[in-house]
């Protein structure tokens, strides 16, 4: 049975814009490795992997919370034309809770962050979805 979720892997391209874009949401690094060799490339399902490994965590949250960087020495990674199209099979989104959701949106944007749409309100949640590093969606909710 499912505990908990732990954490969410991104492959990127910049490492510094994707560490600031999650810095901005509240994730701190917490470690930074380069990931090759056998064993990875056997996990991984990925011949000859080398990559930088960079874990991001929320502070003082329980259940811990991780968003892990991904970015690719070797092999150079697929492109994902359509990344920013919701209508991918697979990956869509991921959403994390907010406490006051028009403050952070309005922080956010003071930082450069675009957004997807205007915020909305559905099942009891206002949601807003931002424009995250490489072209993927991150949302954030605030429960009403």
């Given at each position: 049975m499912i505990k908990y979720f732990d954490h969410i892997t991104v492959v990127i391209s910049d490492v510094e814009a994707a560490k600031h874009f999650f810095g901005l949401l509240g994730f701190k690094e917490n470690k930074s490795v380069v990931i090759k060799g056998p064993v990875f490339s056997s996990y991984m399902g990925v011949d000859g992997i080398e990559a930088e490994h960079i874990t991001l965590a929320l502070e003082n949250i329980s259940p811990r919370?991780?968003?892990?960087?991904?970015?690719?020495?070797?092999?150079?990674?697929?492109?994902?034309?359509?990344?920013?199209?919701?209508?991918?099979?697979?990956?869509?989104?991921?959403?994390?809770?907010?406490?006051?959701?028009?403050?952070?949106?309005?922080?956010?944007?003071?930082?450069?962050?675009?957004?997807?749409?205007?915020?909305?309100?559905?099942?009891?949640?206002?949601?807003?979805?931002?424009?995250?590093?490489?072209?993927?969606?991150?949302?954030?909710?605030?429960?009403?």
């Open positions: 919370i991780e968003v892990q960087l991904l970015k690719y020495r070797q092999p150079v990674p697929l492109p994902a034309p359509t990344t920013d199209s919701l209508t991918n099979l697979g990956f869509n989104h991921i959403c994390f809770t907010v406490d006051n959701l028009d403050a952070e949106v309005e922080r956010l944007k003071a930082a450069g962050i675009k957004l997807r749409n205007e915020v909305m309100t559905f099942h009891s949640r206002k949601l807003v979805f931002l424009c995250g590093p490489d072209g993927i969606t991150v949302e954030l909710a605030e429960w009403v």
